[in-house]
């Protein structure tokens, strides 16, 4: 980084003892970033070569933190201290594709409502690799931002990442953070990495039933956190998207790719982006249309009236 420039961008991302995953993410980000920009990685106590590689590679700002204590915590202690305008956060096991963090940053400057953007992520390995891409609703109606840009002054004013969220679940904590500030959430149109799911194979990973604990836990912190924002759609609403999901959307990308003309070829979304519009409690019925020409979709929003009625309510 250019001490005269001052950074746009700052990316933090943490690792430990995943030297070959960890230099593929960051071949994805050194020299490919247009936007003056900052790359911390955060070691939680790596044993395998990283911190020399890490010491070695230009244009890295290492933090050593030497042992475990959480991704929330790791990343937060790199954002409290960052001066760019916007701040991203990533993974040891991410790929980035060219040009999307431009891209992310440059609708962040065309769209001042837009407090954070959704980088579209894809699993190209294990279970989840034949989904178009990651992104569940978690019953709430709410999509969730797994990586993503935030500007700033937003993750300040939202009191940046939860740390009781330890391992897992800051990032659909801070999605609803940023929505109730008042700010909409926007998702790349296009994939914008590449997620190379192995984790269960890293040394000192936690098992399966470990792991599926910590995830009901952090489920359940955040559904009692945002009760009153994710209640359930009805049945018959249910029933009628599910409907439409089945015989409609489904069916006819199915008979697009089997003719060899694939839709989401040629209008841009895929049976999952129409499947999240539907389903989205703070998604209009109307997005992908609206943003047919834009590199962004699935737009959430609360409306203001309703933020300010359930606020009234609280206080």
Known sequence: MNADCPPTLAVALGTRNR????QDCLQSLVGKIGVAHEIVVIDAGSTDGTLEYLRNLPGICLVIDGELFGQAHSLNQVFR???AKYACWLSDDNVVMNGMLDLAVSILERRPDIGMVALKIKDVLGRSATKQYMGAFKRTGVLNCNHGIIRTDVLRQVGYLDERNHGYGFDPDLTMKVLLAGHKVAHTKAVAIHHYNDHFAAPGAVGHDERAARLAAVRALY???YRQWLAPLSPWQ???????R???IYPTYGAARRAGRPLEQRLGYTERDWTNMLHGRYISKLDLWRNRRNPYC????IPPGLLRARNKVAG
């Open 246 to 248: 089945r015989f409609v």
């Open 223 to 225: 559904e009692e956190t």
């Open 238 to 244: 249910r029933a009628l998207l599910g409907a439409v």
């Open 19 to 22: 030297l070959a995953r960890l």
């Open 298 to 301: 699935l737009v959430q929003s």
């Open 81 to 83: 201290t960052v001066t």
